[in-house]
């Protein structure tokens, strides 16, 4: 399966289970992974026949900068679910890191990875 790949996309969100995460807020990097198949696009170069990268953009921005959720389990289902609404024929993998987790130590990011296809999306 082939698949178009945006990765390092950064957002100010204020997703935390911590009351200063959600009053403060702070950076979220996100990659999305959509499984799909990209032959008819490649042959075509139209690009009705595959995934527009700006609008799959504008749609985690909207989910990573609007209401807040405790978890990044619930953030990347929210894309997840987001991009396979949008896109009927892709499957996507969902990667949301959180560089400044409130967390005792040094660490590079706290991150959840989720792969949803459509049958397990129950919106």
């Known amino acids: 399966m082939d698949k178009i790949v945006l990765k390092g996309m950064?957002?100010?969100?204020?997703?935390?289970?911590?009351?200063?995460?959600?009053?403060l807020g702070q950076r979220f990097i996100v990659d999305v992974e959509i499984f799909l198949d990209l032959t008819?696009?490649?042959?075509?170069?139209?690009?009705?026949?595959t995934i527009d990268y700006a609008k799959v953009f504008r749609l985690v921005e909207e989910i990573v900068t609007g209401p807040?959720?405790?978890?990044?389990?619930?953030v990347a289902e929210d894309i997840a679910a987001a991009v396979l609404e949008r896109f009927p024929a892709a499957e996507a993998?969902?990667?949301v890191k959180k560089p400044a987790a409130p967390l005792p130590?040094?660490?590079e990011?706290?991150?959840?990875?989720?792969?949803?296809?459509?049958?397990?999306?129950n919106r």
């Open 10 to 23: 950064e957002f100010y969100g204020r997703h935390g289970v911590l009351p200063r995460e959600r009053e």
């Open 40 to 49: 008819e696009a490649g042959r075509s170069d139209d690009l009705s026949r």
């Open 68 to 74: 807040p959720r405790q978890l990044l389990e619930a």
């Open 93 to 95: 993998v969902v990667r």
């Open 105 to 107: 130590g040094r660490f």
């Open 109 to 121: 990011y706290a991150a959840v990875e989720i792969k949803r296809a459509r049958e397990r999306i």
